[in-house]
């Protein structure tokens, strides 16, 4: 009997579960999300997901407590945001930390510097919080530390890399297990840059690359402004697609599919994605979730579209 010759799998149908796998182990990130959306989650998010909470400046920093113990009692992980220069003392980090350890069992938590130009109390920098036992004496063993591909709005590139090195070495001196978290980014061929580059630079931790989940152009938009992304309103239609959703939610699936295609073969090591829910927590989780399962089909030479 003869035998079929096994034909090669083409270039797009290798794609596929390319993308697939990179989406596997996404995170969500909410603002304030509500105790329906976090219950509403346990249908489209897979069980233990990480779901980080933002702290936004000038609301209350113990802000996070009451949605982080719903996310751990609905099967998630929560991971708050610890915006440093929001503590007026190291007493209120204490508590909070206290709190959060005992009503939600958090182990994990995003420390970050934080948007206000003057410290409201003793913290300047993650550093200071990363260095200062605190995070460890109420049994959290394991940070994300801030990353941005596509610079920021008031640091210079150097002292971004200087920032990042010195974050990187108190977490190791303190005994945490460390990964970075970037900020959301709207070009395949910003993140790939600076992937390569921190990995040139021998920076091999994990990293989580934010994309804006499915969402409408004026809210991108207006998240970019807020968020000092580089966006211009002709550059983030051009880079995500969004010229083809100008009136309807838009996803980012123009960003994924070259993304996945250089991650193939861990030659930019351990990469996963962290969608921020800026068209809702549970809008989003259901897409990626879709895009996990391989219920998608690629679009075109740049995209693709989940399927109904």
Known sequence: ?????????????????????????????????????????????????????????????DEALVPAAALRASGFEPVPHIAVRNFDSTDALDRLLGELAERARVKRVLVIGGD?????????????????????RHGIGEIGIAGYPDGHPRLPPLELDRALAAKIEAAEQSGLKLSIV?????????????????????????????LAGPTN?????????????????????????????????????????????????????EVTLHFFGFGGPVATARWASAVAAGSFSLTGSDGFHVDA
């Open 1 to 61: 009997m003869a035998i079929a010759p096994v034909m090669p799998m083409s270039h797009e149908a290798a794609e596929c579960p390319q993308i697939a796998a990179l989406i596997r182990g996404f995170s969500l990130e909410a603002t304030r999300p509500k105790l329906a959306d976090i219950e509403s989650l346990r249908d489209v998010a897979p069980a233990g997901a990480d779901v980080y909470l933002s702290a936004v400046p000038g609301h209350a920093i």
């Open 116 to 136: 206000r130009d003057r410290p409201a109390g003793p913290f300047h920098t993650a550093v200071e919080v990363i260095d200062s036992g605190l995070l460890q």
């Open 182 to 210: 970037t900020q959301f980014c709207f070009s395949a061929e910003a993140i790939v840059r600076w992937l390569t580059r921190l990995r040139d630079l021998g920076i091999d931790h994990p990293v989580r690359i934010g």
């Open 217 to 269: 152009l004026a809210s991108l938009l207006k998240y970019a402004q807020r968020c000092g992304v580089k966006a211009s309103t002709l550059g983030l239609a051009r880079q995500t697609g969004l010229a083809r959703h100008m009136f309807g939610m838009a996803a980012p699936d123009t960003i994924v599919r070259p993304l996945a295609e250089a991650c193939v073969g861990n030659q930019l090591g």
